[in-house]
């Protein structure tokens, strides 16, 4: 990890909370854009939790609730934008997996009632479809994630081994030209793996604030994914990537 993101780091958990003007003060020599930037890089390597203003160190996070909560408000307008486009792809009848992520989640919050099968580990999207009465919803099982409300282990591989998928929906830690589709957990990477190797269709929904950073695993190179779905805000360099690379952007 960078050396100044460590300091950011030890800043935020020796005093528990710090705000956007106390980190300027300890770098005064980098833009607001950037500092910014780190502060969301870290929110999403779990070091810390951006918050209005500043951020909170994970010690004084009571719970998961507070944590999940503010990942879920985050980008809030860009992750509405993604989920109402998503929507087109969401056709009745189909076998439909829901990857973790607040925007999936998003997605979930405002599906149809009609009916298809939906296999999920993520809690949050689970709790957003138990008011639709059609579809069949599978809840994998494995190990909860405490920090991303998200079930995944080698349980959630066997329940899934024999399933064939029409379309999967993916949430993504960031995206780099080098190292592709991240995510920060092994068992997550591993699900995710498998089913794209299950899926007919796999689409990625993925904010402009995803592009530039990647996390621990990668799951997936531009070849593995069918189309990605973002704000409208991804630089012109990356969409001409994506179009050379096959890659359907919406």
């Known amino acids: 990890m960078h050396d100044r993101k460590s300091e950011i780091i030890d800043l935020v958990n020796q005093r528990g909370q710090v705000t956007f ?6 770098f005064p020599d980098l833009s607001e854009m950037t500092i910014r930037r780190d502060l969301e890089a870290l929110d999403r390597e779990h ?3 951006r918050v209005h203003g500043g951020a909170r160190s994970i010690g004084t996070i009571v719970g998961s609730e507070d944590l ?5 408000v985050s980008h809030m307008e860009e992750k509405s934008t993604i989920a109402q486009k998503a929507l087109h792809y969401i056709i009745p009848g189909y076998i439909i997996f829901f990857d973790s992520g607040s925007t999936v989640a998003e997605l979930a919050r405002i599906l149809p009632d009609e009916q298809m099968i939906i296999f999920t580990g993520n809690i949050s ?9 059609k579809p069949v919803i599978h809840i994998i099982g494995g190990r909860l994630d405490v920090q991303s409300l998200c079930v995944s282990d080698s349980c959630s591989l066997d329940m899934l081994n024999d399933v064939n998928i029409n379309y999967a929906f993916f949430g993504v830690t960031g995206y780099s030209e080098r190292r592709g589709f991240t995510c920060g957990k092994e068992d997550e990477y591993r699900l995710k793996k498998m089913v794209i190797g299950k899926s007919d269709k796999v689409i990625v929904l993925m904010d402009s604030s995803k592009a530039g950073i990647s996390s621990v695993y990668t799951y997936a190179m531009d070849e593995d994914i069918d189309m ?3 704000d409208g805000n991804l630089s012109p360099k990356l969409l001409e990537r994506f179009g050379q690379n096959g890659v359907e952007v919406l």
Do not use: H, Y
């Open 68 to 72: 999940f909560r503010n990942r879920a």
């Open 228 to 230: 990605v779905i973002s």
């Open 21 to 26: 003007k106390e980190i300027r003060d300890l």
């Open 47 to 49: 070091a810390l939790v």
């Open 125 to 133: 999207a689970a709790l957003e479809m138990a008011r639709l009465k």
